[in-house]
């Protein structure tokens, strides 16, 4: 497989984003990205929506190459074949009480697969590698050093890339008033910014999660306290009991 940096993967979904950005029904909406739409419309991709796994680890596949998978789903009576343009998204996200946002993430990183097959046809199409079912787990594999890993992170970052491109990420910060990006993101003592931030994920159809990460990359977010609000106050109480 090829190696890619950042900067690599970024360059990679410009052109994506170029074409998705001509579509009339995005540019009715050009606060995000679909990337059910941009699946559909610009890669040529069938998406289908299907439960893949009986304990729920498994939420998106895909494959670059004709091959088999087995599914708990009834309607596909265990077999369902995955031609190398159809990609599978666990349906229960559709209904998720937490929005959107790992969904919208998921269906991007299946995309990315399939943008990074058409950039290097001759590493993924051949062989094994075409026949090889691709996985976005609920929990990653962190086997360091791994091909798996080293694949799955750069289609991470594609992904990113596709859902919040800088200058969308820009132009909501500016639309929810914190322009020059969130100095410290907190729930319980930075409401005002917390609030903004929310409004963000929400026109964006992201995580929390998802965009306080990619915020800290651009260098528009200083500390992320998401799940740490208390954090603040911790730094107080060691100072008075230093002194």
Not at 106 to 118: G, P
Not at 154 to 165: C, K, R
Not at 192 to 217: D, I, N, P
């Amino acid at each position: 497989m090829h190696y890619m940096t950042r900067s690599d993967l970024a360059r990679a979904a410009q052109p994506v984003l170029g074409e998705y950005r001509k579509l009339p029904r995005a540019q009715e909406h050009p606060w995000c990205v679909d990337p059910a739409l941009l699946a559909r419309e610009v890669l040529g991709l069938t998406v289908r929506y299907r439960h893949l796994s009986e304990d729920g680890e498994l939420l998106g596949l895909t494959s670059y190459g004709e091959t088999e998978v087995f599914l708990p789903d009834e309607r596909e009576h265990g077999a369902c074949v995955l031609d190398g343009k159809t990609v599978l998204i666990e349906e229960d996200l559709l209904f998720s009480p937490c929005g959107p946002g790992r969904h919208h993430f998921t269906l991007a990183h299946e995309c990315s697969h399939q943008i990074l097959k058409t950039l290097y046809p001759a590493s993924t199409c051949d062989g094994a590698a075409a026949r090889r079912a691709l996985c976005c787990r609920r929990h990653r594999l962190r086997a360091r050093g791994s091909g798996y890993d080293w694949e799955e992170w750069q289609t991470d970052v594609l992904a990113s890339e596709l859902l919040m491109p800088e200058d969308l990420v820009r132009r909501n910060l500016a639309l929810a008033g914190i322009p020059q990006g969130i100095e410290v993101l907190n729930p319980v003592w930075r409401r005002t910014e917390f609030a903004g931030f929310l409004r963000v994920c929400e026109r964006m159809g992201v995580s929390k999660q998802a965009l306080a990460y990619r915020l800290e990359l651009l260098g528009l977010l200083g500390r992320n306290q998401l799940y740490s609000p208390n954090a603040i106050i911790d730094i107080w109480m060691d100072e008075e009991e230093a002194g």
